[in-house]
Protein backbone atom coordinates (compact mmCIF):
# COMPACT_ATOMS: atom_id res chain seq x y z
CA UNK A 1 0.00 0.00 0.00
CA UNK A 2 1.07 3.43 -1.09
CA UNK A 3 0.18 6.47 0.77
CA UNK A 4 0.66 9.85 -0.74
CA UNK A 5 0.00 12.72 2.23
CA UNK A 6 -1.00 16.19 0.00
CA UNK A 7 -0.74 19.55 2.11
CA UNK A 8 -2.87 21.14 -0.54
CA UNK A 9 -5.57 23.74 0.38
CA UNK A 10 -6.03 25.78 -2.65
CA UNK A 11 -9.65 24.24 -3.16
CA UNK A 12 -10.83 26.14 0.35
CA UNK A 13 -13.05 28.73 0.75
CA UNK A 14 -10.57 30.84 3.33
CA UNK A 15 -7.35 28.40 3.64
CA UNK A 16 -6.22 28.86 -0.06
CA UNK A 17 -2.93 30.75 1.84
CA UNK A 18 -2.81 28.36 4.58
CA UNK A 19 0.57 27.21 4.94
CA UNK A 20 0.17 23.70 5.87
CA UNK A 21 1.05 22.24 8.77
CA UNK A 22 -1.76 19.72 9.50
CA UNK A 23 -1.11 16.57 6.57
CA UNK A 24 2.70 17.73 7.36
CA UNK A 25 2.60 16.74 10.96
CA UNK A 26 0.36 13.39 10.21
CA UNK A 27 3.36 12.38 7.35
CA UNK A 28 6.20 13.45 9.66
CA UNK A 29 4.32 11.21 12.51
CA UNK A 30 2.96 8.18 10.78
CA UNK A 31 5.36 5.41 10.22
CA UNK A 32 4.97 3.66 7.17
CA UNK A 33 7.81 2.15 4.66
CA UNK A 34 5.55 3.58 1.65
CA UNK A 35 4.52 6.96 1.90
CA UNK A 36 5.17 10.28 0.35
CA UNK A 37 4.87 14.12 0.77
CA UNK A 38 3.37 15.58 -2.62
CA UNK A 39 5.02 18.77 -3.73
CA UNK A 40 2.06 21.36 -4.30
CA UNK A 41 1.83 24.64 -6.24
CA UNK A 42 0.47 27.35 -3.71
CA UNK A 43 -2.21 28.82 -4.89
CA UNK A 44 -2.17 27.34 -8.51
CA UNK A 45 -5.26 25.04 -8.97
CA UNK A 46 -4.70 23.68 -12.44
CA UNK A 47 -0.96 22.63 -11.67
CA UNK A 48 -1.88 21.48 -8.10
CA UNK A 49 -4.42 19.42 -9.84
CA UNK A 50 -2.80 18.06 -12.62
CA UNK A 51 0.47 17.33 -10.19
CA UNK A 52 -1.91 15.12 -7.99
CA UNK A 53 -3.27 13.38 -10.79
CA UNK A 54 -0.14 12.32 -12.08
CA UNK A 55 1.27 10.71 -8.67
CA UNK A 56 -2.04 8.73 -8.43
CA UNK A 57 -1.05 7.67 -12.21
CA UNK A 58 2.33 6.76 -11.19
CA UNK A 59 1.09 3.94 -8.90
CA UNK A 60 -2.13 2.70 -10.02
CA UNK A 61 -1.07 -1.07 -9.78
CA UNK A 62 -1.40 -0.94 -5.99
CA UNK A 63 -3.83 0.49 -3.33
CA UNK A 64 -3.82 4.06 -2.90
CA UNK A 65 -4.79 5.96 0.13
CA UNK A 66 -4.28 9.96 -0.11
CA UNK A 67 -4.34 11.88 2.52
CA UNK A 68 -5.08 15.43 1.75
CA UNK A 69 -5.99 18.61 2.89
CA UNK A 70 -9.40 20.02 1.96
CA UNK A 71 -11.89 17.77 -0.11
CA UNK A 72 -11.69 19.15 -3.13
CA UNK A 73 -8.76 17.04 -3.54
CA UNK A 74 -10.74 14.21 -4.36
CA UNK A 75 -11.71 15.60 -7.58
CA UNK A 76 -8.60 15.13 -9.31
CA UNK A 77 -7.63 11.89 -7.60
CA UNK A 78 -11.25 10.57 -8.54
CA UNK A 79 -10.50 12.00 -12.18
CA UNK A 80 -7.63 10.08 -12.49
CA UNK A 81 -9.30 6.64 -11.24
CA UNK A 82 -11.84 7.20 -13.90
CA UNK A 83 -9.25 7.66 -16.27
CA UNK A 84 -7.55 4.34 -15.42
CA UNK A 85 -11.25 2.54 -14.14
CA UNK A 86 -14.18 3.75 -16.50
CA UNK A 87 -16.93 5.66 -14.64
CA UNK A 88 -18.94 2.61 -14.01
CA UNK A 89 -17.06 2.42 -10.35
CA UNK A 90 -18.96 2.60 -6.95
CA UNK A 91 -17.84 5.86 -5.12
CA UNK A 92 -18.44 5.62 -1.85
CA UNK A 93 -18.53 9.06 0.76
CA UNK A 94 -18.49 9.49 4.32
CA UNK A 95 -19.44 13.37 4.69
CA UNK A 96 -20.84 16.07 7.16
CA UNK A 97 -21.56 17.40 3.51
CA UNK A 98 -23.03 16.79 0.27
CA UNK A 99 -20.11 18.69 -1.69
CA UNK A 100 -22.45 19.59 -4.57
CA UNK A 101 -23.57 23.05 -4.44
CA UNK A 102 -23.49 24.79 -7.44
CA UNK A 103 -20.16 24.82 -8.93
CA UNK A 104 -17.66 28.15 -9.77
CA UNK A 105 -15.17 27.95 -12.80
CA UNK A 106 -12.45 26.69 -9.98
CA UNK A 107 -13.88 23.03 -8.04
CA UNK A 108 -13.92 23.74 -4.38
CA UNK A 109 -14.47 21.36 -1.44
CA UNK A 110 -17.69 22.70 -1.37
CA UNK A 111 -18.60 21.18 -4.98
CA UNK A 112 -16.10 18.78 -6.06
CA UNK A 113 -19.06 15.69 -6.32
CA UNK A 114 -20.71 18.08 -8.18
CA UNK A 115 -18.43 18.71 -10.64
CA UNK A 116 -17.28 14.62 -10.63
CA UNK A 117 -20.96 13.91 -11.76
CA UNK A 118 -21.35 16.77 -14.12
CA UNK A 119 -18.47 15.74 -15.76
CA UNK A 120 -19.58 12.08 -16.17
CA UNK A 121 -16.44 10.86 -14.08
CA UNK A 122 -18.91 8.91 -11.84
CA UNK A 123 -22.49 8.35 -12.41
CA UNK A 124 -24.56 9.83 -10.06
CA UNK A 125 -26.42 6.33 -9.49
CA UNK A 126 -23.10 4.69 -8.14
CA UNK A 127 -22.64 7.26 -5.47
CA UNK A 128 -23.29 6.64 -2.07
CA UNK A 129 -22.65 9.63 0.61
CA UNK A 130 -23.14 8.87 4.07
CA UNK A 131 -23.44 10.98 7.22
CA UNK A 132 -24.65 14.32 5.91
CA UNK A 133 -25.76 16.61 8.14
CA UNK A 134 -25.77 20.07 6.89
CA UNK A 135 -26.80 20.85 3.19
CA UNK A 136 -28.76 23.60 1.26
CA UNK A 137 -32.04 23.50 -0.38
CA UNK A 138 -30.04 23.73 -3.62
CA UNK A 139 -27.81 20.34 -2.34
CA UNK A 140 -30.63 18.30 -1.75
CA UNK A 141 -32.70 18.83 -4.58
CA UNK A 142 -29.41 17.79 -6.96
CA UNK A 143 -28.68 14.66 -4.72
CA UNK A 144 -32.76 13.73 -5.45
CA UNK A 145 -32.75 15.40 -9.16
CA UNK A 146 -29.54 13.25 -10.04
CA UNK A 147 -30.94 10.01 -8.32
CA UNK A 148 -27.45 9.98 -5.40
CA UNK A 149 -27.30 7.45 -3.15
CA UNK A 150 -27.92 9.38 0.54
CA UNK A 151 -28.19 8.76 3.85
CA UNK A 152 -28.35 11.83 6.41
CA UNK A 153 -26.64 11.41 9.72
CA UNK A 154 -30.04 10.53 11.81
CA UNK A 155 -30.88 7.98 8.79
CA UNK A 156 -27.38 6.35 10.00
CA UNK A 157 -27.48 6.56 13.54
CA UNK A 158 -31.43 4.98 13.23
CA UNK A 159 -30.29 2.48 11.01
CA UNK A 160 -26.82 1.46 11.22
CA UNK A 161 -27.62 -2.31 9.94
CA UNK A 162 -28.47 -1.19 6.66
CA UNK A 163 -25.70 0.94 6.18
CA UNK A 164 -23.66 -2.27 6.71
CA UNK A 165 -26.09 -4.01 4.69
CA UNK A 166 -25.23 -1.21 1.67
CA UNK A 167 -21.42 -1.72 2.36
CA UNK A 168 -21.97 -5.94 1.97
CA UNK A 169 -23.83 -5.30 -0.86
CA UNK A 170 -21.26 -3.17 -3.24
CA UNK A 171 -19.40 -4.92 -5.87
CA UNK A 172 -17.19 -4.39 -8.33
CA UNK A 173 -14.77 -1.28 -8.80
CA UNK A 174 -14.72 0.99 -5.66
CA UNK A 175 -13.05 4.04 -4.42
CA UNK A 176 -13.94 5.39 -0.84
CA UNK A 177 -13.38 9.28 0.29
CA UNK A 178 -13.75 10.05 3.81
CA UNK A 179 -14.33 13.87 5.32
CA UNK A 180 -12.99 13.81 9.04
CA UNK A 181 -15.77 16.19 9.61
CA UNK A 182 -18.14 12.99 9.53
CA UNK A 183 -16.84 12.56 12.82
CA UNK A 184 -18.77 14.22 16.04
CA UNK A 185 -16.42 17.09 17.46
CA UNK A 186 -15.97 15.42 20.33
CA UNK A 187 -13.65 13.14 18.84
CA UNK A 188 -12.76 15.27 16.00
CA UNK A 189 -12.65 18.80 16.68
CA UNK A 190 -9.41 19.65 14.44
CA UNK A 191 -11.62 20.41 10.89
CA UNK A 192 -12.79 23.90 9.58
CA UNK A 193 -16.60 23.10 9.21
CA UNK A 194 -17.48 21.58 12.77
CA UNK A 195 -21.00 19.60 12.83
CA UNK A 196 -22.57 18.30 15.72
CA UNK A 197 -24.01 14.97 15.88
CA UNK A 198 -21.43 13.22 14.15
CA UNK A 199 -20.45 9.58 13.67
CA UNK A 200 -18.21 7.87 17.03
CA UNK A 201 -14.62 6.95 15.66
CA UNK A 202 -15.80 3.18 16.57
CA UNK A 203 -18.79 3.90 14.25
CA UNK A 204 -16.68 4.77 11.55
CA UNK A 205 -13.95 2.44 11.90
CA UNK A 206 -16.96 -0.10 11.32
CA UNK A 207 -18.15 1.19 8.28
CA UNK A 208 -15.15 1.35 7.22
CA UNK A 209 -13.40 -2.47 8.07
CA UNK A 210 -16.56 -2.97 5.50
CA UNK A 211 -15.84 -0.66 2.91
CA UNK A 212 -12.01 -0.62 2.47
CA UNK A 213 -10.70 -4.04 1.67
CA UNK A 214 -13.52 -3.94 -0.98
CA UNK A 215 -11.83 -0.66 -2.18
CA UNK A 216 -9.13 -0.08 -4.99
CA UNK A 217 -7.85 3.18 -3.18
CA UNK A 218 -9.12 5.76 -1.10
CA UNK A 219 -8.67 9.27 0.46
CA UNK A 220 -8.88 10.62 3.90
CA UNK A 221 -8.98 14.99 4.18
CA UNK A 222 -9.92 18.01 5.98
CA UNK A 223 -7.96 17.49 9.47
CA UNK A 224 -6.89 20.81 10.31
CA UNK A 225 -4.48 21.15 13.35
CA UNK A 226 -5.38 24.70 14.48
CA UNK A 227 -8.97 23.82 15.34
CA UNK A 228 -7.81 20.68 17.61
CA UNK A 229 -7.92 20.65 21.45
CA UNK A 230 -5.35 20.83 23.37
CA UNK A 231 -4.98 16.83 23.65
CA UNK A 232 -4.37 16.73 19.99
CA UNK A 233 -7.58 14.46 19.84
CA UNK A 234 -8.06 14.82 16.11
CA UNK A 235 -4.68 14.36 15.37
CA UNK A 236 -4.45 10.69 17.52
CA UNK A 237 -7.47 9.45 15.78
CA UNK A 238 -6.47 10.76 12.79
CA UNK A 239 -3.43 8.40 12.61
CA UNK A 240 -5.37 5.90 13.75
CA UNK A 241 -7.68 6.42 10.71
Request: charged share 25%; with cysteine; net charge negative.
Amino acid sequence: MKINFIPNWNGHLFLQNYKDNSITKLFNELEHENKNLVKITQNNFEETNTEIEKEFENSLNEFQLSVTGDHSNSYPLIKAFSKANGNEFKLVIFDAHPDVEVGTDVVSHEDYLRFLIDESLVKPENVYLFGIRTFSRTEYQYLVDKKVNFMSITDVLQNSVKVKEILESLEGTIYTTTDIDVLDPDVAPGTYYREYCGLYLDELFEYLSIIIPKSKSADFSEFYSEKDDEFETTKTNALKL
